[in-house]
């Protein structure tokens, strides 16, 4: 009988829901054509001034930068930037610094020195895809405005006291708000 040693055998494909999902917008491509003007920007700059979108698929890394990274940041990172590499694709990494009161640029080097370690990056060619939240406050804050007025969002005016009170428990379901 032959031997087979585990290094002589095919890796096994994964497959999981992410994976058909993003498998079955490729074959019929879906959001196609894409355009990226080199940044994050409303849908209209991407059509104004980007370029035809050569990433198949475009995947992000949104880490806080107020503390180091667990090992659920690190199956993230892995997920994403893994789309991304398997798919022909692009991670951005975008630092959610949206909270300065408890971030620290020795959070945000770890975090970097983190994805590197585990074997990824977020520069891709010419395209170095790092952001920060901070510089797209305009732009958020403009879209979030149109989200409330077109209905898809709405400001919650409770107080912190209503929030908890409204929030429900594993037993009890929530309340609206």
């Not at 890796?11 to 498998?23: G, H, L, P, S, Y």
């Not at 991304?84 to 300065?100: I, K």
Request: hydrophobic share 30%; charged share 25%; with cysteine.
């Amino acid at each position: 009988m032959t031997e087979i040693r585990k290094e002589q055998m095919p890796a096994a494909k994964t497959v999981n829901f992410i994976r058909t999902i993003i498998e079955e917008d490729l074959a019929q491509g879906n959001n196609l054509p894409r355009y990226w003007c080199g940044h994050p920007a409303p849908y209209s700059v991407q059509l104004a001034q980007g370029k035809p979108d050569t990433a198949r698929i475009r995947t992000r890394f949104p880490p806080e930068p107020n503390g180091y990274l667990h090992i659920g940041h690190a199956k993230a990172i892995c997920l994403n930037f893994g789309l991304a590499r398997d798919y022909g694709g692009v991670c951005h990494m975008r630092f959610d610094d949206t909270n300065p009161v408890k971030e620290d640029q020795e959070y945000v080097d770890a975090i970097k020195d983190n994805v590197h370690w585990l074997g990824f990056d977020w520069k891709h060619g010419d395209e170095d895809n790092l952001y920060y939240a901070s510089e797209y406050f305009d732009y958020m804050y403009a879209f979030a405005e149109h989200l409330i007025k077109t209905g898809y969002a709405y400001v919650d005016e409770q107080t912190p006291d209503q929030m908890r009170e409204n929030r429900g428990t594993l037993t009890e379901p929530g309340r609206d708000s």
